[in-house]
């Protein structure tokens, strides 16, 4: 069969960011795609062993700018796991109010660039006409547009004046019939529902074999959320349901994530509401890390985050694990591309709403005296394929 | 930045090219922003473009990491001279929280002239377009 390659990237108008896919076609049908990345590498695992316990929020929180709260409270919460702390509930409401608040913005983001892609600005326009009043919120509350660094181990860095709940309840209640709007126009469109349905297609079985997360997951009729199956901060304190689709689409994608926003919307009005009555601390004082270790979830926009440290008692973790969402989304690819047309490809890669900058990972083995470059990730791969089949030869098992 | 008759020209509207170099999104997304209905700048002519062969004003942000250096400078010597080169944030201008991760090869300004620098983690869509209009000022 004649296969054309198709390279996209690094730097393509369709991406923000910089990574390459080549689709090797037949036609206009994709048959394969390949995935190359690195190109936004910024080494922060190991940076975050020269920081210190406080620091290392910061620089978690830049790891990527639209989930920029998930991966700060996924460190707090894998720090107090160390700890074997409970924070105060103020902080509890806090920290729920600022992650829902950035699901919801996240997730209007995604809706306007998966019109952009698919050609429909107006949806692209709309969408990011309605995120500001959240950014706007965030930026009275916290300080900044993104970036909120309002997560600390042991609770948060901010309070939340009981004189600004009303104000954030009023614009979150302007936002409500927009988003309905949105929603209804989104869901009954023909040319949308046209171009999503049953395009890109996973099977709940193929998001297990590949471990995919988040609304991904859940479009597809896998039912986990973080937030629900291992409670944190305060989702186990307020009422709300995880969305969930069957058919496995991009419009289910869509439609999960459209359908979040009033879960998330319903959360922060439970949150504030009883933020009024909730009184005390906002933090406990955390003076020493004893050695240990600990993990911690956060359901990100994308997905479950995950972080694990160790410490040996010292003022910096000795190991800082992060595994984000995007880095087994991305995978995915390979079954829901594959089949499509070049044309369905684009919105089938941004229908995961993939995130680079969290996934980045680079593999170099260097040698130990002369720092010299030993193998590459491909190097390595090569490497375990080929120890393999010695075993094989040495166990007596045929190649297939 | 010497002044001559084709650097005046290009004041009426600019063409911009977005660049991102190992950035957190954060820049990239307040770029966006700008041309979204609360700022639009495409009211002053300023236009998003796909390829860098079209821009008059490259817009970099991140931090310039080892394996986009090189491609860094190649699209910079695509890009139609005279054209201006903005470092977008805290990454792009100093390197920020990641100047001492062993993937960094900026900050952008030693890899590539820059002519503004527009600091902030990130910098607010006011501060982008206040950026943009000082280098309006200085064509003039």
Do not use: M, W
């Given at each position: 069969m004649k296969k054309v390659v198709v390279p996209l990237g690094p730097y393509h108008p369709l991406f923000e960011e910089p990574e390459y896919f080549e689709l090797y076609c037949d036609g206009e049908t994709v048959v394969d795609i390949e995935w190359k990345a690195g190109y936004n590498h910024r080494g922060i695992e190991k940076l975050s062993e020269s920081k210190h316990w406080d620091q290392v929020t910061f620089l978690v929180e830049r790891i990527c700018g639209i989930c920029s709260t998930s991966h700060p409270i996924a460190y707090c919460n894998a720090v107090e796991d160390l700890l074997k702390i409970d924070i105060p509930e103020r902080a509890k409401y806090i920290r729920s109010i600022i992650g829902e608040l950035e699901r919801l913005h996240s997730h209007l983001l995604w809706v306007g660039l998966a019109g952009h892609f698919l050609g429909y600005n107006t949806v692209f326009m709309w969408a990011w006409k309605y995120r500001e009043p959240i950014l706007d919120i965030m930026e009275m509350i916290t300080g900044n547009r993104n970036h909120y660094a309002m997560m600390k181990i042991g609770g948060v860095r901010r309070d939340i004046d009981n004189g600004d709940i009303d104000i954030i309840k009023k614009i979150l209640g302007e936002l409500k019939p927009k988003l309905e709007m949105l929603t209804g126009s989104v869901i009954d469109d023909p040319v949308l529902a046209a171009r999503l349905k049953g395009v890109g297609v996973l099977t709940a079985q193929d998001i297990k074999d590949y471990g995919a997360v988040g609304p991904i997951a859940r479009a597809s009729g896998v039912d986990i959320d973080v937030r629900r199956d291992s409670p944190h901060a305060a989702y186990d304190l307020v009422e709300w349901k995880v969305i969930t689709c069957q058919d496995g689409d991009v419009f289910s994608k869509a439609v999960v994530r459209l359908l979040e926003c009033f879960e998330s919307i319903k959360i922060i009005e439970q949150c504030l509401e009883r933020l009024k009555k909730v009184k005390g601390e906002i933090a406990i004082e955390i003076r020493e890390i004893p050695p240990g270790e600990g993990i911690g979830h956060y359901e990100a926009p994308r997905g479950e985050c995950f972080h694990y440290v160790r410490s040996d008692?010292?003022?910096?973790?000795v190991r800082h694990k992060i595994r984000a969402p995007s880095y087994v989304n991305i995978p995915t690819f390979k079954t829901s591309c594959v089949g499509e047309t070049i044309a369905d490809v684009t919105i089938i890669l941004a229908g995961v709403d993939p995130c680079y900058c969290c996934t980045e990972r680079a593999i170099t083995v260097y040698?130990?005296?002369?720092?010299?470059?030993?193998?590459?990730g491909r190097d390595l791969i090569t490497l375990s394929q080929e120890k393999t089949k010695k075993l094989k030869k040495r166990l007596g098992i045929k190649d297939e | 930045m010497a002044i001559d008759l084709k650097t005046k020209a290009l004041k009426k509207s600019l063409f911009v090219f977005h660049l991102s170099?190992?950035?957190?999104n954060n820049c990239d997304i307040e770029i966006l922003d700008c041309l979204t209905?609360?700022?639009?700048v495409e009211r002053f002519g300023i236009v998003l473009v796909g390829s860098v062969k079209h821009a008059d004003v490259l817009l970099v942000t991140g931090i310039g990491t080892t394996k986009n250096a090189n491609r860094i400078k190649l699209l910079y010597q695509q890009m139609p001279k005279p054209g201006f080169v903005v470092a977008i944030g805290a990454c792009a201008c100093t390197g920020g929280i990641f100047r001492d991760g062993y993937t960094m090869s900026g900050p952008i300004d030693t890899i590539i002239p820059v002519d503004v620098y527009i600091p902030g983690c990130p910098p607010k869509p006011e501060a982008m377009i206040a950026g943009i209009v000082r280098l309006l000022e200085r064509i003039k």
């Open positions: 008692g010292s003022s910096r973790p040698d130990a005296n002369t720092r010299k470059k030993l193998f590459n | 170099t190992g950035s957190c209905p609360r700022f639009d």
